[in-house]
């Protein structure tokens, strides 16, 4: 198993960027592939962003490619998600997922682990 916390949300105008770090502790952090998800008030939560256990292979969604980078660092245990160009739409509660041997899926049931989330919005 492993532990995951969820760090860097805020408000942000439109347009504007934040990084979104997810720590993790318990397990060798490199047996697992991650997810960032989001869930917006009243919506389902969605998949974000996904990474395989070396870093070597990311994966996003439609709404956020060419925007957000993810990227981790196994010596450090940490994921990254860096947002650029924000739309009000983005404003979420993000949330780190890990799945252990993952690969970096986008099926939220496939992740065992999970952050408690942090707040990103973004004012219009």
């Known amino acids: 198993q492993v532990q995951l916390v969820e760090s860097g949300g805020g408000l942000v105008q439109a347009g504007g960027s934040l990084r979104l770090s997810c720590a993790a502790s318990?397990?060798?952090?490199?047996?697992?592939?991650v997810a960032w998800f989001r869930q917006a008030p009243g919506k389902e939560r969605e998949f974000v962003a996904a990474?395989?256990?070396?870093?070597?292979?990311?994966y996003y969604t439609d709404s956020v490619k060419g925007r957000f980078t993810m990227s981790r660092d196994n010596a450090k245990s940490t994921v990254s998600l860096q947002m650029n160009s924000l739309k009000f739409e983005d404003t979420a509660v993000y949330y780190c997922?890990?799945?252990?041997?993952?690969?970096?899926?986008?099926?939220?049931?496939?992740?065992?682990?999970w952050g408690q989330g942090t707040q990103v919005t973004v004012s219009s």
């Open positions: 997922a890990a799945e252990y041997l993952g690969w970096g899926t986008r099926q939220s049931t496939r992740y065992a682990s």
């Open positions: 318990g397990r060798t952090f490199s047996s697992y592939g």
């Open positions: 990474i395989g256990r070396s870093g070597g292979y990311t």
